[in-house]
């Protein structure tokens, strides 16, 4: 039976590759960030402190460093080190978003794809698990973002926070993770949205019947208040994009 493979074994079980020394650095740094309870801004320890602990080279600490760097955990200060944007743990899901489109019109609407299947089924699932707490919440949002747009008859950074809180509310931290991690290209767009400070202004109406069908336990009403207001999103980057 022995000879039964011979001459192909190698074909059939090839040799395993070398250890992923990058991945492995990136698990044990993971793993210190967890243990010294580091908080957002928090300096990481310098190269070659790294080097000396986890007994690797300069360039597998490097490449540790920049696939952190890539999932916007981290962020390196030419002469200062780097430093830890947000707090991670090993139960951490590193999800890299990266978008490769053309123009602002169609990362938008590459963006508004993701969150159309994410903030329906999070509106679902906030309107079946929230609590009081998450109500007062998410009104508090409500009612700061619809002042900013009764004064300047837009909103930004007040809209994704309510958004935030509608997702706090399904109390599933991933839904909020996910949309953080789109935190940076939403921010920068809702700072000077196609030179157009009424952007998606019909949708406002619709947060407030969002809020209220969330807190009435309607997880239908409140999938079809949130696809209202991504719709008239996505019909005002297509009119204004022209």
């Known amino acids: 039976m022995s000879d039964q493979f011979a001459g192909y074994t190698s074909n059939l079980?090839?040799?395993?590759?070398?250890?992923?020394?990058?991945?492995?650095?990136?698990?044990?740094?993971?793993?210190?960030?967890?243990?010294?309870?580091?908080?957002?801004?928090?300096?990481?320890?310098?190269?070659?402190?790294?080097?000396?602990?986890?007994?690797?080279?300069?360039?597998?600490?490097?490449?540790?460093?920049g696939r952190l760097e890539a999932l916007g955990v981290t962020q390196t200060r030419k002469g200062s080190g780097t430093y830890l944007l947000r707090p991670i743990s090993t139960a951490t899901i590193h999800v890299p978003l990266t978008l490769d489109a053309a123009s602002q019109r169609d990362a938008l609407l590459q963006t508004l794809e993701v969150r159309r299947g994410i903030e329906v089924e999070a509106s679902r699932v906030a309107s079946r698990r929230r609590t009081e707490a998450d109500l007062s919440h998410i009104e508090e949002k409500?009612?700061?973002?619809?002042?900013?747009?009764?004064e300047k008859g837009s909103s930004g950074p007040e809209d994704l926070a309510f958004h935030l809180a509608v997702y706090d509310a399904t109390h599933n931290p991933l839904f909020r993770q996910l949309l953080e991690q789109m935190r940076d290209a939403f921010e920068r767009f809702w700072t000077n949205p196609f030179d157009r400070h009424d952007f998606a202004r019909r949708s406002f109406p619709f947060h407030r019947k969002l809020f209220d069908a969330i807190r009435a336990g309607d997880p239908d009403d409140a999938a079809h208040q949130t696809l209202e207001i991504l719709q008239v999103v996505e019909e005002d980057i297509v009119e204004m994009a022209r």
Not at 48 to 62: C, D, F, K, Q, W
Not at 142 to 150: A, F, R, S, T, Y
Request: aromatic share 2%.
């Open 13 to 65: 079980l090839p040799s395993l590759p070398a250890a992923d020394r990058g991945k492995q650095v990136m698990e044990a740094l993971t793993g210190f960030i967890e243990r010294a309870a580091l908080k957002s801004g928090d300096r990481l320890p310098a190269e070659r402190e790294l080097m000396a602990s986890l007994g690797v080279g300069r360039s597998t600490i490097r490449e540790a460093m």
């Open 142 to 150: 409500l009612d700061i973002m619809e002042g900013v747009h009764l």
